[in-house]
């Protein structure tokens, strides 16, 4: 209930603020080089050629400025180390400029006057403004204040979302992968690169709040034992006189004409004179009371009987705001005070480097750049958030179709033994277990048989005691763990394992092969389901969830066990007309069912386009079925280049003899030059895409024909590291296309060829023996990086072949190899 309430407040928050975030994110990043713009793009102004002569002193420059600025008060002189630098002159501004002054910048050579507006300064105030206000004066400021609180609600409440459950998942927290598509790929960008980000954000959000709030910014204070600082006023005025002059000693205390402001103005020149008197010797004494040197200094000139005052940086400063202060007394050039930002205990420090903190630049260049990246890419995470909020509420809604149209409801009950009630139990975190789930339940439903929905979070390992048949749907949620509704269920396992021996299951995992722990809460079930003693009446079902069409080993199970005929796929093309141009038995005289090679041709405008690995929709109408459509899904066992669609098709008989009703459509009652209703399944999960690593293709039976157009497609590329593992009843009869394997094999294009055929010797053989034979091939081709691909029988030959690499390749092998999506299997 805590998590549920967590995440409700994560995605509120971030779907209420996610535009303000995103403002300030990106006008944070922004302003972060603000500096080194600006200095870029006025060079013509900030920097100059140095000359032969030696740069005027400080007492000459200032002379120099007011004759150039006769009516304005000179507040300070800055002066660089760097010969390039202009100096900068600081004069008393006019209304919203008075406290600030304005800058002119002065050739320190020649006294010259370069210029005082600088080009970005006025965009940059904007985005300043934009940044802590929104352009909205104190409305604005509240509203950046509320964002900023609710930014830290949102890290600290995705840390908790995302906290790890076991210490094998932290890895998790911090790995992204493109490997990863849809949804799971979304959900990694915002979760992962996050977590990446997270300490700056909170970084950024705590300084921030340095100005937004007077009592924040005075609890800071009051909790560092620091001072809260006194802002400056706006300059004042200089007495007439000299510089020692005392107030009212000026002649009778007569007003005399006003200047700017209202102030009194006195006779400029005198003024400069008992201002700069002593300026040089001040200069001086400054530069001997600091012998580090300094990279800027600037002098701010006292009024009458004042102290001079320095504030300069070290010749390479921490940042920004790691100045030094130097006091000089008036008359004597005694030093008040030297209080330099090194010497600070680190509680001054840090509460007079709040902006740096805010930027990164405390910590350096790397600081300042994973700062302004961490800003910019503020609009991901209300984007991806968006995204994943939006998918979450059409899986819901789609979840709900799936209800309605099942006519069922969730059901409390705990195998009440009425009848052959099938009960289908789901575990889901987004929607997709839920769905199915209904899809399911409904196809069961519509075949007339009884059947009870239950979350799985609602049940108890007892309660699983009485239900007979249990089909279970259970997702993966991020690194291995299970879905946040399961988790009661997950943690009864660990302690309770009752007698389940009159249990029969299947399980369908749901999951996503970009993660390292692919279906894990999946495989964790069915292995506690065994050790139970229950009985899996077939193999695990595992769905990369992003490939929906691999569901269809789903349908091929649910219809053998009495299911109706319903798609789980949700939206796919239609089916379309394909003309059967050519069908020929394979293995006449063997010792199992024929098999056929099928061809067809697409009809006119079909889109006939698919991969290797791919599958096809066969649709037999009711007039030939006896009373319903009936499909049928195949793999298909050549390329688009070959100009047709080839299946490799073996005919089935019932107990009572009869033909199967797809494969008897297939190779007795559709007749060449006929048309059939075929639709293309992709089964991207069995897809190479342009895969170039070396290749072990494992199969028996018709298992061959995704293999061979596997094999079709790679040797056509150029890509001839394959080796084919094949299996069958009889070599004179059930080696299908022999004459094109061999030709591939005398052509080099398939190095390696392992054949076993069960009823050729005294000693049945199968592919998993022969995998056992070549042990050492097997490990080494897998170490050079191999892809594993097994098509065939589900009950029979993949659980022996899964088996046998397990043995041979030793657990954490075998793991690698899964998880690094190499091994892959369409088993049937």
Known sequence: MLRKLWFQLHWFMGITVGVVLIILGVTGGMLT???????AINSDVLRVEPLDTQRLSPEALLRQAQEVLPERQI????????????????????GPQARRGVNHYFNPYNGELIGAELKGQAFFRTLQRLHRWLLMGDVGKQITGAATIMLIILVLSGIYLRWPRSWKALAGWFTFSFRRSGRGFISSMHGVVGTWVLPLYLLAALTGLYWSYDWYRAGLHELSGVPMPVRPGPPQPAQEGNADARPGSARGGE???RGPMGREASPPRQ?????????????????????????????????PGGDYQFMYFDPRPAHERAWNRLTLAAGTGEVQSHIRYADRPLNEKLMSSMLPLHSGSFFGMPGRIAMMVASLIMPLFAITGLVLYIDRRRKAQVARSALLQAGLKPTGERGTGEGERIHVVFASQTGNAETQAWKTAGAFQAAGLAVAVHPLGTLTPNDLKDMGRVLFIASTYGEGEPPDPARPFARLMERQHPDLSTMEYALLALGDRGYCHFCAFGRSLDEWLRSCGATAVAPRVEVDSTEPA?????????????????????????????????????????????TFHLSFRPGEGVDAHWQAGDLVEVHAPAAVTGGHEVTRLYSIASVPAEGCLNLLVRQVHGEDGRLGLGSGYLTATLEPGQSVSLRLRPNRNFRLDQETRPLILIGNGTGLAALR???????????????????????????????????????????????????DGEQR?????????CADEVVRWVDEGAVVLVCGSALTMAPAVDEALREILGEERFETLSTDARYRRDVY
């Open 33 to 39: 080089f603000e500096r080194e713009i600006i200095r």
């Open 709 to 759: 157009a596997h094999l079709v497609e790679r040797i056509t590329a150029g890509h001839h590291a394959n080796w084919l593992v094949f299996g069958e009843r009889q070599r004179a009869h059930d080696f299908y296309y022999e004459d094109e394997i061999r030709s591939w094999q005398a052509q080099g294009g398939l190095v390696a060829l392992s054949l076993a055929f069960s009823r």
């Open 550 to 594: 691999a569901l269809g080993q789903w349908q091929v199970l649910l219809r053998s066990l009495g299911a109706a005929e319903m798609d789980l796929n949700g939206e796919m093309s239609p089916p379309a007309p394909w003309t059967l141009v050519e069908r020929r038995v394979l293995n006449p005289g063997s010792l199992g069912g024929s």
């Open 271 to 303: 003024l400069a004179v008992d201002r700069f008197a002593q300026v040089d010797r001040v200069w001086r004494l400054f530069e001997q009371a600091a012998p580090l040197g300094y990279s800027t200094a600037t002098l701010r000139l006292p009024q």
């Open 765 to 773: 053989e199968y592919v998993q023996h022969q995998l056992r034979a």
């Open 255 to 257: 007003a005399g004409p």
């Open 75 to 94: 507040n300070s002189l800055s002066l660089s180390s760097d010969p390039q630098d202009a100096a900068t002159v600081n004069v008393a501004g006019d």
